[in-house]
């Protein structure tokens, strides 16, 4: 399964099927607070993920951000609210038919707190023999001054901060499967390796997604808790790492993140699953 990918300044990478089929999108339009994937595509071409849901018009496919930085807020855009500028155009390339290579760099700067940290992102998006779709995400931050990195405290909600996933409204039926195998209709500050969420999709009366997130063992606070919700149109999923409490971190100390998504039609049953964690967990931070 070949891959190919079209670059537009200023604005996004469209990663494509060699027919020109659409696989993808990583979007990094100016005027978007925080770059994302989407659309997300599966190997029968269902669009999987949200884009500016009117309930949370911040949720967007597959992002990555804080809740509080210094107290000011990256992850909600009421103003004033923190954003990611990109800092150079990202560096797009094939690295094999399979895969392409996403290199971006990004600063978080707001008005209250100026620059808070450089962002040196790498994703790597691959396309694997089965259709599955797999997208490795590294991301370091490099604190440009000494930062409390902080969420909402969960009473009803809350607790959310880091890599998140949206779904589309075409996904419903959903629920989450856990490594123990068990399913569940949300998770709430549980530390798992890795969640799944599983739905049907729009199109076809027996047609079903799957897609997990991994965290890496290497990560701050692994195994990460987890928050996440299903149902009633509202599919949410986040590593969510400062979950339980808040972290500090000096001005120059890198705080890095690694992590695994995987995406396909049909579902994955935990034993299944659980064969990409392990391969996931035993490759080098």
């Known amino acids: ?40 595509h599966t190997a029968a071409g269902r669009q999987i993920a949200g884009f500016q849901m009117s309930d949370h018009t911040w949720h967007r496919g597959l992002w990555f951000t ?26 797009c390339e094939c690295i094999s038919p399979q895969t392409i290579s996403i290199a971006h760099k990004l600063q978080w700067t707001s008005q209250a707190t100026g620059a808070v940290i450089n962002e040196d992102r790498t994703i790597h998006f691959t396309v694997m023999a089965d259709g599955t779709r797999e997208i490795n995400w ?16 969960y009473t009803t909600w809350g607790g959310y901060g880091g890599l998140a996933f949206r779904a589309g409204r075409e996904v419903h039926n959903t629920s989450y499967l856990l490594p123990g195998g068990q399913t569940t209709s949300a998770i709430i500050g549980e530390p798992h ?10 199109g076809d009366a027996d047609a079903k997604i799957s897609l997990g997130i991994i965290d890496h063992p ?24 400062l979950f339980h409490e808040p972290l500090s971190v000096s001005r120059g100390q890198p705080l890095n993140f690694r992590y695994r998504i995987l995406f396909r039609d049909g579902w994955w049953e935990a034993g299944e699953f659980a064969k990409f964690a392990t391969e996931f967990a035993q490759s080098p931070p």
């Open 66 to 91: 804080i809740k509080f930085i210094n107290k000011t807020n990256f992850w909600e855009e009421n103003l004033p609210f923190g954003v990611q500028q990109t800092i150079a155009q990202p560096k």
């Open 193 to 202: 390796p890795w969640a799944l969420l599983r739905g049907s999709v729009d």
């Open 1 to 40: 399964m070949n891959i190919n990918f079209c670059q537009i300044f200023d604005s996004h990478i469209e990663l494509q099927n060699a027919d020109g089929s659409p696989i993808a999108a990583y979007r990094f339009d100016r005027n978007l607070p925080k770059p994302c994937f989407y659309p997300l």
């Open 138 to 153: 590294w991301t370091s931050l490099m604190p440009l001054q000494d930062l409390l990195l902080d969420r909402t405290p």
């Open 218 to 241: 290497g990560n701050p606070r692994s195994p990460q808790p987890w928050y996440a919700k299903s149902g009633q149109s509202y599919d949410f999923m986040n590593a969510a790492f």
